[in-house]
């Protein structure tokens, strides 16, 4: 069974709109994390949560905006779409105890903005 | 902020010969060092990690070096199989301003594998 889902897998958007991409982790961890993966970069660090609450945002732009209803939900708002924000969105989680562990990676969802 | 870089874009190596992949980072106050697998078309896979707190770990076929005077790290991968064809990322988790650990991990652009058979 899965324990990261990310909904949907693949999404089909018009420049302008406006999107919720979905992530639920079953793997019992208390943060989570967005990244993002586009042709142009290598894998680039979004946001973190932990414990519902937002430790890091090195996302430059407020059009991205993570919700957390649910300790094991993180999910990622994006309004006003570009273009250049086509890219496989990760969601990962890891248990945080204090220190660095593994993070675990979701299936990814893949953004096109038209 | 923490740049990773993997000096290698491609590797192409024979089976059952080793494979080596080398990364550096900038910043002295990362101290851990993940490596991720992906296959094409598919997420990232855990495949093992370094802390700051020793310059070697090994499981199985991988082991981690870490030279932190260097600021570089490498995975090296020995008797390589066909399964192990995928591109390889490394990075760096690297503390908050404020000390503490988002668990932010930078990574880097990423290694192409390629074992031929």
């Known amino acids: 069974d899965p324990k990261i889902i990310q909904k949907p897998k693949y999404l089909v958007a018009v420049t302008g709109s406006e999107k919720i991409l979905i992530c639920e982790q079953y793997?019992?961890?208390?943060?989570m994390y967005w990244y993002r993966q586009s042709a142009k970069k290598p894998l680039e660090f979004m946001f973190s949560?932990?414990?519902?609450?937002?430790?890091d945002n090195q996302t430059a732009s407020s059009r991205f905006q993570p919700q957390s209803s649910k300790k094991n939900h993180l999910d990622l708002q994006i309004t006003a779409l570009k273009p250049d924000d086509s890219a496989t969105y990760f969601c990962?989680?890891?248990?945080?105890?204090?220190?660095?562990?593994?993070?675990?990676f979701g299936p990814g969802t893949r953004l096109t903005v038209l | 902020g923490e740049k990773v870089e993997q000096h290698q874009s491609t590797l192409s190596v024979r089976e059952g010969d080793s494979a080596v992949i080398n990364c550096t980072y900038t910043?002295?106050?990362?101290?851990?060092f993940p490596w991720y697998k992906q296959e094409a078309g598919k997420s990232l896979h855990f495949v093992i990690d370094?802390?700051?707190?020793?310059d070697r770990k090994q499981s199985q076929r991988l082991t981690v070096l870490l030279d932190k005077k260097a600021k570089r790290f490498s995975l090296h991968i020995t008797a390589t199989q066909p399964e192990d064809s995928a591109i390889y990322f490394c990075?760096?988790?690297?503390?908050?301003?404020?000390?503490?650990?988002?668990?932010?991990?930078?990574f880097g652009e990423g290694t192409q594998v390629t074992v031929i058979s």
């Open positions: 910043d002295t106050a990362s101290s851990y």
């Open positions: 793997l019992g961890h208390n943060a």
């Open positions: 990962a989680s890891r248990q945080d105890r204090g220190g660095d562990a593994e993070q675990f």
């Open positions: 370094i802390r700051s707190n020793v």
């Open positions: 990075a760096a988790s690297t503390p908050m301003n404020t000390g503490g650990l988002s668990g932010k991990l930078t």
């Open positions: 949560y932990s414990y519902q609450k937002l430790m």
